[in-house]
């Protein structure tokens, strides 16, 4: 599986993005998949997950309310809608997909297969 992060960009604070992780090799049936963020120094910090078959959705508490994560069947492509952005948002954004995950490890990095390259979000004070 072969993933295509893109749609970051420089936003002022209050603004919104849309990211896109679009998927080749194979459909995203049956698979879990991730947005994760790094900032510079930091560690990657799971942002929100979602089961592509079930639809359900996860979010870390920093993003829930501001973020949405959805999925295009047709396009095999995942979403990630960020809203009322902040200084803080400012990082690298990662997707990434596997599907051995379960509710207890869908937030570790380390749990996911298959990642695709950051796309550089930048939200302005």
């Known amino acids: 599986v072969q993933l295509q992060a893109f749609g970051g960009g420089l936003v002022q604070a209050g603004g919104s993005l849309r990211l896109s992780c679009a998927a080749s090799?194979?459909?995203?049936?049956?698979?879990?998949i991730g947005w994760f963020r790094q900032a510079p120094g930091k560690g990657r910090e799971f942002v929100a997950a979602i089961r592509w078959n079930s639809r359900s959705t996860y979010y870390a508490d920093s993003v829930k309310g501001r973020f949405t994560i959805s999925r295009d069947n047709a396009e095999n492509t995942v979403y990630l809608q960020m809203n009322s952005l902040k200084p803080g948002d400012t990082a690298d954004y990662y997707c990434?997909?596997?599907?051995?995950?379960?509710?207890?490890?869908?937030?570790?990095?380390?749990?996911?297969?298959?990642w695709g390259q950051g796309t550089l979000v930048t939200v302005s004070s």
């Open positions: 990434a997909t596997g599907n051995r995950l379960i509710i207890t490890t869908l937030s570790r990095p380390n749990a996911y297969d298959y």
């Open positions: 090799g194979r459909t995203f049936s049956g698979y879990t």
